[in-house]
């Protein structure tokens, strides 16, 4: 498809298990962020990427949390030992030069 | 990154005009209005940015006040399926690729 595919789409993951989660960006585009949304809140900023190099990791919220984006196109967001605070709807955009960021449908994590 | 202001939730009559207020009172010169809007279980949508002047497309227009401490989102002929959480971010410029930053919304609910 043309658009900003995330996978998978649901995910119920047990406290203390690690998680990853996927993102497949629009081809071509450089600029790639993660947002975390939890429920009835708007999307926070976890982390940017352009190309290959994370350049903003400061919305992480813990060192439990680790993006990388090694060719410089899919992305991986892992999340160890998940805690029940970790359950959110996790958000991949991408972005070109001079057009607007183009988002995902996410991932819905629940940790249980 | 300068803050917004928006109505937590708004209502309008299906094919009536919706207009979406926004206060951003302590934006600087060089940073642009955008509006996004997420569609329940879906990522957010790219609706329309500006920076001074008014601006109209094909899903709406923006009309940001002189002193462009506010603006105002226009939905002209609203349907059922604008029902959405609409956010007005100010940034930098999507071209930077700086990111997001989302508030909370206002949850437009279209009725018939």
């Known amino acids: 498809g043309a658009g900003v595919s995330q996978s998978p789409r649901y995910k119920v993951a047990k406290r203390g298990q690690d998680v990853a989660l996927r993102c497949d960006p629009i081809?071509?585009?450089?600029?790639l962020f993660w947002y975390q949304q939890a429920l009835g809140q708007g999307p926070e900023f976890l982390t940017y990427f352009q190309n290959e190099a994370q350049l903003d990791k400061s919305g992480l919220p813990s060192d439990r949390f680790f993006a990388e984006r090694p060719e410089g196109s899919v992305s991986t967001l892992k999340i160890q030992r998940t805690q029940q605070e970790d359950s959110a709807v996790y958000l991949c955009?991408?972005?070109?030069?001079?057009?607007?960021?183009?988002f995902g449908q996410g991932t819905r994590l629940t940790v249980v | 990154d300068a803050k917004t202001t928006q109505p937590p939730s708004m209502d309008c009559a299906e094919g009536r005009a919706a207009n979406l207020p926004c206060n951003h009172s302590?934006?600087?010169?060089?940073?642009?209005v955008y509006w996004y809007r997420q569609i329940h279980s879906q990522g957010p949508q790219y609706i329309i940015h500006?920076?001074?002047n008014n601006e109209t497309n094909e899903m709406a227009s923006l009309i940001i006040t002189e002193d462009r401490k506010s603006s105002t989102l226009i939905l002209p002929h609203a349907t059922l399926r604008d029902t959405a959480v609409y956010y007005c971010?100010?940034?930098?410029?999507?071209?930077?690729?700086?990111?997001?930053?989302f508030g909370t919304g206002t949850r437009l609910q279209v009725f018939p």
């Open positions: 971010i100010v940034t930098r410029s999507l071209h930077n690729t700086d990111k997001l930053i």
């Open positions: 081809s071509g585009h450089v600029s």
């Open positions: 955009a991408s972005l070109h030069v001079n057009t607007e960021a183009f």
């Open positions: 500006g920076l001074k």
């Open positions: 302590t934006i600087s010169g060089n940073e642009y």
